[in-house]
């Protein structure tokens, strides 16, 4: 069972990687899945809140931030270290075929950093500041799963490796979301559109 299911995460990630590519897509992508590139989003993001919330905007950036560490350390400390699965730019079998856009990265691909962090950020937000503003919510998720997708695109990345990022970030944007809607001191309970 499991050999089929690698074997067909290999297939798919020569799919996605190989054969569904497109020259503007390979221009975009490397930019789009790089985390530097959405700097200014999370600033603008910051400054939203606190224009809007004041102290309470500030304290939903925090645990935001708090969420999305907490991903990442279940991806990056947790997760990689525990499976050791190598990328498919350091699989010697897979890397002859793969076409890497961007550098291939040091650490291990399971689970993948980059949607397991963009996909809490997005799915915490959905579950706090959507109850506020219902229209972000699947474009938030859709955002981080473009991400997601950008990084097997680019070659660093099996297609599970980034499904079970996913997973990790939603997962724990969940529970932290739950615990902040749970505190009426910095909750959103007073916070209008």
């Given at each position: 069972m499991l050999n089929e299911l690698i074997q067909f995460d290999h297939q798919l990630f020569h799919l996605i990687n190989g054969e569904w590519h497109?020259?503007?897509?390979?221009?975009?992508?490397?930019?789009?899945?790089?985390?530097?590139?959405?700097?200014?989003?999370?600033?603008?993001?910051?400054?939203f809140l606190f224009y809007k919330y004041q102290w309470k905007g500030l304290v939903l950036a925090a645990a935001?931030?708090?969420?999305?560490?907490?991903?990442?350390?279940?991806?990056?400390?947790?997760?990689?270290?525990?499976?050791?699965?190598?990328?498919?730019?350091?699989?010697?079998?897979?890397?002859?075929?793969?076409?890497?856009?961007v550098g291939c990265g040091r650490s291990y691909s399971f689970t993948s950093s980059h949607a397991a962090n963009h996909?809490?950020?997005?799915?915490?937000?959905?579950?706090?500041?959507g109850r506020i503003y219902r229209r972000i919510r699947w474009p938030l998720l859709l955002w981080a799963a473009s991400i997601a997708y950008g990084q097997v695109y680019v070659g660093v990345h099996y297609p599970l490796d980034v499904f079970f990022g996913a997973l990790v970030g939603i997962l724990i944007a969940y529970i932290m979301a739950k615990v902040y809607l749970r505190r009426g001191v910095i909750g959103i309970e007073g916070m209008k559109e």
């Open positions: 497109h020259p503007w897509l390979d221009a975009i992508m490397p930019l789009w899945r790089d985390k530097k590139t959405w700097i200014p989003f999370y600033v603008l993001l910051a400054g935001v931030g708090l969420t999305v560490g907490l991903a990442d350390i279940a991806s990056s400390k947790g997760l990689k270290k525990s499976v050791e699965r190598l990328r498919p730019c350091q699989d010697v079998e897979v890397r002859a075929e793969a076409r890497l856009l996909f809490a950020m997005a799915a915490f937000l959905a579950l706090t500041l």
